[in-house]
């Protein structure tokens, strides 16, 4: 089966790309490279030195004799966008290529349009490819646990069936995200929603929570195959930071009470939820929603167990609350269901010491490269 990850030098992406190709998927990249602009923008760099990615791609060739395909340009180019579609001709397409960053996109006016434009449009023109010339391929899109926001109710997945004035539907889970960004996602999910039912494409959107760690069979089997790592205020996720901060002796930044919880998972799980998504593809017309996440934690859960194991390693650990730099419930109430992906045969890497330890001593291995002045929050949800 052809697989075109779009976003496969990012993240998620690259780990993903390995790991389907290595499971025998011809695998196609297409990325605009233009996160590692973004990271030259705002003068952050990824924990771990990451190659070309030519270079990555030559480098995983070389190791397996597997090819992966690279198209560099930019999804919201349509023209760009078609001539590698009819190229490649997929018949999955994994879209991991959007701008992700809910700081990022709250900087200002300038990011938060860049963000939904970038998003938006890029989805929508992938939409109108599909129907055009792949009406039967199937899209899996990234989306985002935080759609939903905190609502004081359980969150179902994508759907929840609802009784008013004695009359029964199924409709869209409510969705009230918490930064500009997160609305991107929540706009996507509409204009895919509607491309189902309208056009009778085929969609799967994954509603992944944060993901941690680094390192997967893949990404682990060379040098030049790392993965992004990030810690920085902006572009850096709870757990992955909270690591990078016990590994060079800086407090972890809990931000207000920390009582906020989240969906968290393994990058591990990521990429095999990808797989599981694309082995069971959605039906025509079907907007299908799974909730992608293993385990919830509140951040105060999080740095709570990244100071015990970075103790047991000898590290000294301190956790600190930092004023919130955004505008989010620090204590409330979060079940969220996630049972889909495990009824498609989901094994979840469950959040554990030797995890922890694995990601505490990568961090430690490239500690060097930490620039300090990057680590606090720089931006604001607040109105000035
Ligand atoms: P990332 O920034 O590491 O990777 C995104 C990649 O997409 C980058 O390589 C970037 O260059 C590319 N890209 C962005 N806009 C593009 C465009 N218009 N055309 C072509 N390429 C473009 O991000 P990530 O952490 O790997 O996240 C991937 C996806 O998963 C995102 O959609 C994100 O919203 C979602 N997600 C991530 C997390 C997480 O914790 N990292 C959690 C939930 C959901
Ligand atoms: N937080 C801290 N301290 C930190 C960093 C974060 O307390 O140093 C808190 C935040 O205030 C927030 C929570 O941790 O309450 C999560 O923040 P995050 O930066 O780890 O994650 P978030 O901004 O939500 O975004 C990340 C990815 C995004 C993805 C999302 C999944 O960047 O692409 O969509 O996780 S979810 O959170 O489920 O929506």
């Not at 290529?97 to 929508?124: C, K, Y």
Request: a negative charge.
């Amino acid at each position: 089966m052809k697989v075109l990850v779009i976003g496969g030098d990012g993240y998620c992406g690259w780990a993903t790309a390995l790991y389907l190709s290595n499971r025998g998927f011809e695998v196609a990249i297409l990325d605009s490279l233009v996160r590692r602009h973004w990271d030259t923008e705002i003068g952050v760099q990824t924990l771990t030195p990451i190659a070309p990615i030519q270079q990555r791609i030559q480098r995983w060739k070389d190791l397996t004799d597997k090819s992966i395909d690279l198209f560099v340009g930019d999804i919201t180019n349509y023209e760009f966008l078609q001539g590698a579609l009819h190229k490649f001709e997929p018949n999955a397409i994994v879209h991991f290529g959007e701008q992700r960053s809910a700081p990022f996109s709250m900087i200002d006016r300038e990011h938060a349009v860049m963000t939904q434009v970038n998003n938006v449009v890029g989805t929508l023109n992938l939409l109108y490819a599909m129907r055009t010339d792949f009406p039967d391929c199937h899209l899996v899109k990234l989306g985002t646990m935080g759609e939903y926001g905190t609502p004081n109710i359980d969150i179902e997945e994508g759907y929840i069936t609802i009784e008013h004035n004695g009359r029964k539907d199924t409709l869209p889970y409510p969705k009230q995200p918490g930064s500009m960004y997160h609305l991107s996602k929540v706009h996507d999910s509409h204009n895919i929603h509607f491309a189902c039912r309208i056009w009778g494409l085929r969609a799967t959107d994954l509603n992944q929570g944060v993901v941690y760690g680094v390192l997967t069979e893949e990404t682990g089997m060379d040098e030049l195959l790392i993965n992004r790592l990030d810690y920085d205020g902006v572009f850096g996720t709870a757990l992955n930071r909270f690591c990078i901060q016990a590994a060079v002796g800086h407090p972890l930044t809990v931000y207000g009470k920390g009582g906020q919880t989240r969906g968290f998972l393994d990058i591990r799980d990521t990429v095999r939820c990808i797989e599981i998504a694309i082995n069971n593809p959605a039906e025509p017309g079907e907007f299908r929603v799974f909730n992608q996440f293993t385990e919830l934690f509140s951040i105060n859960d999080l740095a709570a167990m990244v100071k015990k194991a970075g103790t047991a390693l000898g590290l000294k650990v301190e956790v600190e609350n930092f004023a919130n730099p955004r505008v989010e419930l620090e204590e409330h109430y979060f079940n969220a269901k996630n049972t889909k992906l495990l009824d498609l045969g989901l094994q979840p890497h469950y959040l554990s010491d030797s995890l922890l330890d694995s990601l505490l001593n990568f961090a430690v291995k490239y500690q060097n490269r930490v620039d300090n002045q990057q680590i606090l929050p720089k931006v604001s949800w607040h109105r000035k």
